[in-house]
């Protein structure tokens, strides 16, 4: 009896060391028509944009990247009659999102008029309300979190506990559980988790390095100075 426990023990143990590190594969739709009042702007583009992100982490590490998918045309970064019309989906589009839960730092590589840049930030606490409603994704029972953002927008977040990280897409997290499924302003923009796998190459959970550090407020600096000022739904739309 006393082997039987101390077996019971051992595999929660190696369950639970498992699931401190680990891929989680997300498809992201975005709804583009939805802030979008030029109705000609709206014949030109589709009303759905899917990408396909990675969410790697250990037990205080996260990396969240886009996944480069085959070439192809891309029909939200097009020519109009000599104006190029390109099209902004938040943090993570084309970034690199690094945090580091223990420290609460968080790196985020991007690229702004062909220069990189490193912005250093920090991981800031997000005001979720949990509930107990549940949902199986993927064979994990989640648990159901909801988040109103600084800018207005209504969150609702599943997170599994069983996959013990605070780890989200893009800079949402901070649950007692990856986030498998969220969904921003019903069905504005939705993350999905399509694939979790329980293994992860260390030197892919690594600082970034290529590119000027800046700080956060400084980059929004730049992108005002180039763009203008985001709008109340945030900058999506970028003309050149």
């Not at 990247?65 to 109009?80: C, G, L, R, V, Y």
């Not at 993570?92 to 930030?121: C, H, M, P």
């Not at 969150?155 to 921003?184: K, S």
């Not at 730049?222 to 763009?227: H, I, N, R, T, V």
Request: glycine fraction near 8%; hydrophobic fraction near 35%; include cysteine.
């Amino acid at each position: 009896m006393k082997n039987m426990i101390l077996c019971s023990l051992l595999v929660s143990s190696l369950t639970a060391l498992h699931a401190q590190q680990g891929a989680i594969t997300y498809q992201r739709k975005v709804d583009v028509h939805r802030r979008m009042e030029d109705e000609q702007m709206k014949a030109m583009l589709p009303q759905f944009r899917t990408t396909q992100h990675i969410l790697l982490f250990s037990d205080s590490i996260s990396v969240y990247k886009a996944i480069k998918e085959e070439e192809a045309p891309d029909p939200f970064d097009q020519d109009n009659g000599g104006a190029r019309v390109v099209i902004r989906m938040g943090p993570g589009e084309g970034s690199v999102i690094y945090k580091n839960f223990s420290r609460q730092l968080l790196q985020e590589q991007t690229e702004l008029a062909d220069k990189n840049y490193i912005i250093d930030d920090s991981i800031r606490l997000q005001p979720w309300k949990l509930a107990e409603e549940t949902k199986n994704i993927l064979g994990h029972n989640c648990k159901k979190a909801t988040l109103t953002t600084r800018n207005g927008s209504n969150v609702t977040a599943w997170y599994a506990e069983d996959i013990a990280t605070p780890a989200g897409p893009e800079n949402f997290g901070g649950l007692p559980g990856a986030i498998l499924l969220l969904d921003m302003n019903e069905g504005e923009v939705v993350f999905s988790a399509a694939a979790i796998e329980q293994k992860v190459n260390s030197k892919e959970l690594a600082l970034p390095k290529d590119g000027q550090h800046i700080t956060r407020a400084d980059f929004q600096k730049k992108m005002d100075e180039l763009f203008g000022p985001p709008g109340p739904g945030g900058r999506r739309m970028i003309r050149m």
